[in-house]
C-alpha cells in the first residue's frame, strides 16, 4: 500500500499562491495541507520557481538523506554544524586491504547452552536503548561488509595492506631538522654573492676572552659560654670568636698558562675573664699571600715557581703577662721556590703537589721588643737567610653536597732544620649562611726553641658554628 501512495501522491502535486521573494534556507513549513497518513511518507518544501518559490512536495526518505548531503555541500554551510563521523572513513580511502572483514568473517562466536539455564527477563522488565552503545560496532559491521564485496569483486583495486601501512613511521610536519654543525663540501665551491655589503659605518666589536676566575668565602664564628660566680664547681665565663676571608684569583688561559693567587686571612679573638693584663687574647692570626705561575709541561705537570708571604695582624701576648710574643711582622716569612707541580682534577675533588729542590726562605723580626732568640734568630739580627728544599701538597674534596675538607701540608727544610705545618679545616655546610667548621692546626719546627718544655711538636684545634658565605 506504502508503494502504491509514493507515486500517487507525487503527481497530485498542488500548486499555492505565489510567494515572492521569500528569502529562507530551506525551512519547512507546517503540515497542516498534508494528511496524517501522507505525512508519514511526504514533507511540504519550498521550491524555486522564477523569481520566488512554490510549495512542493518532497519524500521523507529523500530529504533524511539526500537533503542533507545538499545541505552540508552549500558553502554558505557553517562548519560547526557538519557532524564529525570518522566511523566510515575507511570507504572513501584508497582501497586498502584490511585484516578486520576476514577475521569477522572467519570467527565463530558461539556458546554452549548450560544446563538448568533460567530464562533473562531483564530486557523486558527493564528495557533500555542500546543503540547508543553499539553505533560504531554496527558501523563497522556495514563497513567490513562492504569491503569484503569490494575484495571479492575487484580484488585488482587493492593499492596497499593494513600490514604495510602500519610498518610506515608517523608524518609530523612540525619537526625541524637540526642544523648541521658541519659544512658541505659543496658549499665551500659554491658561488658567493657579492651583491652583500657591509655598511662604510659599521662597527666592529673584539672581545678579548677574560681567562681569570675570581672567587672568595668568609664566615665569622662565634663560641660563647656562661658560668654564674656562685656555680657549684667553679669555673668562668668565655667568649671567643673567628673571623675567616679567603680571597681568590685564577689566570688560566687554557692552554699553557696557569697563575694562581690566594689571599687567606684569619684572625680570632678569646675573652679571658681571670687574666690580670688582658681582657682579650689572640687566638688565631694569620696573614698569608701566595701565588703560584707554572707552564705546562705535559699532560698534568707544570714547570712552577711560587712565592709565600705570611705574618700576623696584631700583637700577641701570653696569660696573665705583658711580655710581647709577636707582632705584625715580627715574625715575617718569606719564600721562594723553583720547581714541578702534580695537578689532578676529579669531579670531587682537586690535588697539587709542589716539588721544589729549590727553595729560598727569609725569616725578619722587625719589632725590637719580641724576642728574636724564639724564631731562631741570634740575638742582635732582625732577617736570617736558608737556602734549601720545599714540598707542598693541597687538597680540596668534596666529600658529600654538605660536608668540605681542605688540607694543605707545607714542608720546608734547609738541611740543618725542619718545619712543617699541616692545616686541615673541615667545613660543614647546615645551608647557604650557617656552617659549622673544624680547624685542626697541627705543627713542627726544629728551626727555633720552643717557648715551653722541649718537644717541638704543636697542634692547635677549634671547633666553631657561625655564618658562612661563599661566591
Not at 342 to 349: D, I, N, R
Request: glycine share 4%; aromatic share 14%.
Amino acid at each position: 500500500m506504502i508503494v502504491l501512495l509514493f507515486p500517487v501522491c507525487m503527481m497530485a502535486q498542488k500548486k499555492v499562491s505565489h510567494i515572492s521573494r521569500v528569502y529562507s534556507d530551506s525551512s519547512l513549513t507546517p503540515q497542516k495541507n498534508l494528511s496524517d497518513l501522507l505525512k508519514q511518507y511526504l514533507l511540504l518544501k519550498l521550491r524555486p520557481e522564477g523569481d520566488g518559490f512554490e510549495m512542493d512536495t518532497v519524500s521523507v526518505l529523500y530529504e533524511k538523506y539526500f537533503g542533507v548531503l545538499n545541505y552540508l555541500n552549500d558553502p554558505a554551510t557553517p562548519q560547526r554544524y557538519i557532524v564529525l563521523d570518522p566511523d566510515y572513513y575507511r570507504l572513501y580511502l584508497p582501497v586498502i586491504y584490511y585484516n578486520s572483514p576476514m577475521d569477522r568473517l572467519a570467527n565463530l562466536h558461539w556458546t554452549f547452552l548450560k544446563a538448568d539455564t533460567v530464562s533473562s527477563f531483564t530486557n523486558e522488565l527493564l528495557p533500555f536503548d542500546v543503540s547508543t552503545f553499539t553505533a560504531k560496532e554496527n558501523a563497522n559491521k556495514i563497513v567490513d561488509k562492504a569491503l569484503l564485496a569490494l575484495y571479492v569483486d575487484d580484488p585488482q583495486k587493492i593499492v596497499a595492506t593494513e600490514d604495510e601501512i602500519m610498518q610506515l613511521k608517523s608524518f609530523k610536519d612540525n619537526i625541524k631538522k637540526e642544523a648541521s654543525n658541519k659544512p658541505s663540501i659543496l658549499k665551500l665551491f659554491a658561488k658567493e654573492n657579492m651583491a652583500v655589503r657591509v655598511r662604510d659605518d659599521a662597527e666592529v666589536v673584539i672581545r678579548k676572552p677574560n681567562w681569570w676566575v675570581t672567587g672568595g668565602t668568609g664566615s665569622l664564628q662565634i663560641t660563647q659560654n656562661y658560668i654564674s660566680d656562685n656555680w657549684y664547681k667553679g669555673g668562668e665565663s668565655a667568649n671567643a670568636f673567628l673571623a675567616n676571608l679567603q680571597l681568590s684569583a685564577i689566570y688560566n688561559d687554557q692552554e699553557k698558562i696557569q697563575w694562581e693567587n690566594l689571599l687567606d686571612a684569619k684572625l680570632g679573638f678569646g675573652s679571658t675573664p681571670s687574666d690580670k693584663y688582658h681582657d682579650y687574647l689572640v687566638s688565631t692570626d694569620q696573614l698569608r699571600l701566595t701565588s703560584k705561575l707554572g707552564i705546562q709541561a705535559a699532560s698534568k705537570w707544570y714547570y712552577t715557581i711560587s712565592g709565600e708571604i705570611k705574618t700576623q695582624f696584631c700583637r700577641g701576648y701570653k696569660a696573665n703577662s705583658e711580655e710581647l710574643s709577636s707582632a705584625f711582622l715580627a715574625p715575617g716569612d718569606f719564600s721562594l721556590s723553583l720547581g714541578m707541580d702534580y695537578k689532578l682534577k676529579k669531579k670531587t675533588f682537586n690535588l697539587s703537589v709542589v716539588l721544589a729542590p729549590l727553595s729560598y726562605t727569609l725569616r725578619y723580626v722587625g719589632n725590637k721588643n719580641v724576642n728574636k732568640e724564639n724564631f731562631g734568630l741570634k740575638d742582635g739580627e732582625s732577617i736570617r737567610n736558608n737556602f734549601g728544599s720545599q714540598i707542598q701538597p693541597t687538597l680540596t674534596w668534596a666529600i658529600s653536597s654538605s660536608i668540605s675538607l681542605d688540607s694543605r701540608l707545607n714542608y720546608q727544610t734547609s738541611y740543618d732544620w725542619v718545619r712543617v705545618e699541616w692545616e686541615n679545616t673541615a667545613n660543614f655546610v647546615l645551608n647557604r649562611y650557617l656552617s659549622t667548621k673544624f680547624y685542626a692546626y697541627a705543627r713542627y719546627d726544629d728551626s727555633s726553641t720552643p717557648i715551653t718544655g722541649s718537644s717541638y711538636f704543636q697542634l692547635k684545634e677549634l671547633l666553631s658554628f657561625g655564618i658562612n658565605y661563599k661566591w
